[in-house]
């Protein structure tokens, strides 16, 4: 049976093989489970946790999002030398380095994020904090009455290419307008926005609220949202975020992406 919710103008499969109240009660133990200081160590986000001066939350956050796909060990690694080759002070490097200081990323390849990706991304970085004040200035210009970070994500793909870069480059900030599910963006602004007490997320930015985020949906999130009911379309891209972010917002339209925990965490802990 499928369910179109008007409000949104997306289809969602909203009636799976058990009760909402069931499915909301599985969701709800899930986030208890994972979203907890005990997570942090063996995710991404225990980069940016290194931390405690905002921009330098946010650098290293916004850094290590970029780069998480694929093996976690991997990522942390990565991750760690990035911040390494930054002398552990990651904002200071981007707003004073000079462009023989990026020489010092040669050699650095994470997957195919690689020395010209890293470089072009500090300069970039740069731009946006001496210029167009900072991350979350730039991110989060939201639109009167949005129901989605979409338009604010697409400003941001472009604000974050003005600069003279190889195409190769953009692949690594993800753009929803081209159906991407922009699924590290998504995660990034969860770290960035939320603030439920638990000392996981950081909750810095104060002016976007919890519940026009999204829910980072890849491959693990999608085939458990699917499990639950909560996901009918097949491929993870933006249309399937929209309806994933339809269903969760039945359960808490305040805070839907909360239950990134109770999918990807559950995924994670079931390898």
Not at 142 to 150: R, V
Not at 152 to 179: I, Y
Not at 237 to 250: G, I, T
């Given at each position: 049976m499928?369910?179109q919710d008007l409000?949104?103008?997306?289809?969602?499969n909203?009636?799976?093989?058990?009760?909402?109240n069931t499915?909301?009660?599985?969701?709800?133990?899930?986030?208890?489970r994972?979203c907890t200081?005990?997570?942090i160590?063996d995710?991404?986000?225990s980069?940016?946790?290194?931390?405690?001066?905002?921009?330098d939350?946010?650098?290293a956050?916004f850094?290590?999002a970029?780069?998480?796909?694929?093996?976690?060990?991997?990522?942390?690694k990565?991750s760690a030398?990035?911040?390494?080759?930054m002398?552990e002070?990651?904002?200071?490097?981007?707003?004073?380095?000079?462009?023989?200081?990026?020489?010092?990323?040669?050699?650095f390849?994470?997957?195919?994020?690689?020395?010209?990706?890293?470089?072009?991304?500090?300069t970039?970085?740069?731009?946006?904090?001496?210029s167009?004040?900072?991350?979350?200035?730039?991110?989060?210009?939201?639109?009167?009455?949005?129901?989605?970070?979409?338009?604010?994500?697409?400003?941001?793909?472009?604000?974050?290419?003005?600069?003279?870069?190889?195409r190769?480059?953009?692949?690594?900030v993800a753009?929803?307008?081209?159906?991407?599910?922009?699924?590290?963006?998504?995660?990034f602004l969860?770290?960035?926005?939320?603030?439920d007490?638990?000392?996981?997320?950081?909750?810095l930015?104060?002016?976007?609220?919890?519940?026009?985020?999204?829910?980072?949906?890849?491959?693990?999130?999608?085939?458990?949202?699917?499990?639950l009911?909560?996901?009918?379309?097949?491929?993870?891209d933006?249309?399937?975020v929209?309806?994933?972010?339809?269903?969760?917002?039945?359960?808490?339209?305040?805070d839907?992406?909360?239950y990134?925990?109770?999918?990807?965490?559950n995924?994670?802990?079931a390898k």
């Amino acid at each position: 049976m499928w369910v179109q919710d008007l409000t949104k103008g997306v289809a969602t499969n909203f009636v799976p093989p058990m009760s909402m109240n069931t499915t909301k009660k599985i969701l709800e133990e899930r986030f208890a489970r994972y979203c907890t200081p005990e997570f942090i160590p063996d995710d991404p986000i225990s980069i940016p946790h290194r931390f405690s001066k905002k921009q330098d939350i946010e650098i290293a956050g916004f850094l290590t999002a970029t780069i998480a796909w694929g093996n976690r060990k991997s990522i942390l690694k990565s991750s760690a030398k990035m911040m390494l080759l930054m002398d552990e002070a990651p904002s200071d490097f981007v707003l004073n380095h000079q462009p023989a200081d990026l020489q010092v990323f040669e050699g650095f390849v994470h997957r195919t994020f690689n020395v010209v990706d890293i470089q072009y991304f500090i300069t970039s970085l740069q731009h946006i904090y001496q210029s167009l004040g900072g991350l979350e200035t730039t991110m989060c210009k939201i639109d009167e009455g949005a129901s989605s970070m979409k338009p604010s994500l697409v400003r941001f793909h472009n604000t974050f290419f003005s600069l003279e870069h190889l195409r190769r480059t953009q692949k690594h900030v993800a753009n929803p307008e081209r159906g991407s599910s922009a699924k590290r963006l998504n995660m990034f602004l969860r770290w960035m926005v939320r603030d439920d007490g638990r000392g996981v997320d950081f909750g810095l930015w104060k002016n976007v609220s919890t519940s026009i985020l999204s829910c980072p949906l890849d491959v693990h999130s999608g085939n458990e949202a699917r499990k639950l009911g909560l996901l009918s379309r097949k491929q993870n891209d933006w249309k399937a975020v929209e309806e994933l972010d339809a269903s969760l917002r039945k359960f808490d339209p305040d805070d839907p992406v909360k239950y990134d925990y109770a999918l990807f965490g559950n995924a994670v802990a079931a390898k």
